[in-house]
């Protein structure tokens, strides 16, 4: 008989099938004269079977005992076990103690292991939030809250890392002065460059300056550890720990972690969502048969699912016909759809390239008012809103343009899916752009980018108005911070709250046109990715940043739990969270790689503050690194780092990637490849199940009547 498994579709014919047609009858017959009916005599007679069951049991219950199974995972029925038990007993009273102990090891372990995961689990923050969240809303709105746990332990892993190796040194040790290898004193310099003092706040009360003081970073906050300015150089006397060197190499570790921890996400998200979208294409059957969540128990939970299911099922429906009605396009129409989106997307280009001009504009108007506000004419509120104006500009740019851009894409005549990814990146790329434009305007302010021949850069290597410029950076990050949690707050409770009290205790028709505002899932997750962004870039400027964010997003966690419980309506438009994890731990990476950048530029290039902070007496903050190698390690070691740090390192480094990269994608090839046989095997199983039930059916039918 021909191996059924091993013929394709095309190569199946009646003939091959037929001849299995034979044994199955003779088996059928065999098995109503047998009284004992033992199935392994027709499966030896196919061919399928060459030994007795029997025998294979015994075997597999010795194999069970060779290897040290534990017994409850024994192939053996309830009697068999006892009479284990009771032979293992006996056994135990002549083992030796050593063996008895091992034993018993490894029979614990296993139950030990369970046990400290179970209560790790237990002690899981938020863990009985999150699953109320799930079985109200399901999974897509889980997404944005398990991201908020995540940044949470995120920024709180830099917090006993900074304050290990920073922050008790510093207050808790005996310091010496740290100075640099090589000082040469300069008077004109310290008089231009070091002459600073901390600003105050002129013609306001005492009132108006601790709200000034809290909202801005300046007066108290500024003089505290909350900013960099207020870090001295310092060595710790009899153990030469360098506060420098540790206060750089903790920030740059972290950020080192953070690239680890969120690549390591994104490519476990990448693997995912791969897997869903190439190889789980069947999404009709799959959305019928295995799509319904039973761990939703709320009845508005129920229907909220229901409605769901059917929303995809339509939006699968409607992608089935969008790509019908593009097949029979002719060229006038596809040329007359190109044009639209052409113009359509220059629109949306110059939109946001007045959008980036207003945020230069503001920060200008800013900058130039913090170094005037000494007069005492201003009032308090013009002083705050003019400190806050490109926060400001900032978050109206990024609340407004995301709907126009939602609007506009609807004329492009892209599918549902296609639409909301294709806002979510316009928008993404406005935030982290719209962020990258603030800092290059206030680089311009700082280190006078373009024109570093100005009067007032050429003499300190920075803005002399700047004495403490990374104090100055640190307040604007701190600024935006703010800014940003008070802005959540002020939306849910003078924004969605009365709107949702409007919609339930008021007959206008305004108000029930407007209806309830809806949770978006994608808007959330990218304001949390640019909060986050803004808290690496800052880090370095102001490091109890992290800190002030984990109870930002402590507080933010149970705002938006109950703006979703009791404010909002779940989204219509559904996504997929599986899928659209790789999209939001990608944008999260493209963050920190915004972060990381204009960090590492100004480490390397730029010159410290001459009158404040860690670094104010070395050239580049990175001078810091070569110099403690230099006088911290012995010669070989600084050899060895020297070559590291080669150009001649570079060639075998580079070698050594292009080797790993090409074992990796020949791995990648062949799991392909296995994958592909193995859903064929999986085809080929179910053809041969089919045929087989066929055969019998027709075997069986003459003798049921």
Known sequence: MPCLLCLSGKERTTEQLGAIRT??????????????????????????????????????????????????????????????????????????????????????HPKLSQETLNLLSACQLWKKSLHEIEGCFGSGILSYFILLRFLFFLSLGFVPLFAGFVFVPISFFTRTPDVPAVKTPNQTLDVNCKNFSYQTQGGATPTEKLFLDIFTGEGILETSFLFYGHYTSMDIMSLGYSICLAY???????????????????????????????????????????????????????????????????????????????????????????????????????????????????????QDFEQQQGSSTETFSRRLVTQYFPPIIISVVNFFLPYVFGALVRYEAYSPSVEINLTLLRSVLLKLAGLGMFLFSLGQKVFCIGNREDSDCLMCGYNKLYQCWETSIGQEMYKMTVFNFLSTIGVTLLVSLPRRLMVDHTSWKLAHWIGKEEFLVPQNILDAVYEQTIIWIGMFYSPLLPLLNVVFIFITFYVKKYTLCHICKPSKRMFRASSSKFFFHFVLFLGLMMALYPLMYTIANFRPSRACGLFADYATVWQVVPEAISTRLPANAQLLLNYIGSEAFAFPLLTLLCLVIIVYISQIRKNTETIEQLKDLIVMQVWDKSYLEEELSKVLKPSGE
């Open 23 to 108: 044994p199955i009858s003779d088996l059928i017959k065999m098995n109503h004269k047998s009284e004992k009916r033992q199935p392994w005599i027709g499966a030896q007679r196919l061919g399928l079977a060459t030994h007795n069951p029997g025998s294979k049991a015994r075997q597999a219950r010795a194999s069970c005992e060779d290897d040290g199974t534990p017994l409850k995972e024994r192939p053996l029925s309830l009697q068999e076990k006892l009479a284990q038990r009771k032979k293992q007993r006996l056994e135990g009273r002549q083992v030796s103690g050593s063996e008895s102990w091992t034993r018993s090891r490894q029979l614990s």
């Open 248 to 366: 750089l190499l903790t920030i740059l570790g972290y950020l080192s972690l953070c690239f680890l921890w969120v690549g390591r996400r994104v490519v476990q998200s990448r693997i995912q969502s791969q897997w869903h979208s190439k190889y789980y294409v069947m999404a009709f059957s799959s959305r019928i048969f295995a799509g319904w969540d039973f761990c939703v128990f709320d009845l508005d939970a129920v229907s909220l699912k229901q409605h769901s299911i059917s929303n995809c099922l339509k939006m699968e429906l409607q992608e089935v016909s969008r790509q019908q009605q593009k097949l029979q396009q002719s060229r006038r129409e596809k040329a007359l759809l190109s044009l639209t989106r052409l113009l359509l997307n220059l629109l949306i280009l110059a939109l946001t390239a007045a959008a980036f001009y207003c945020i230069y504009l503001a920060t200008e108007v800013s």
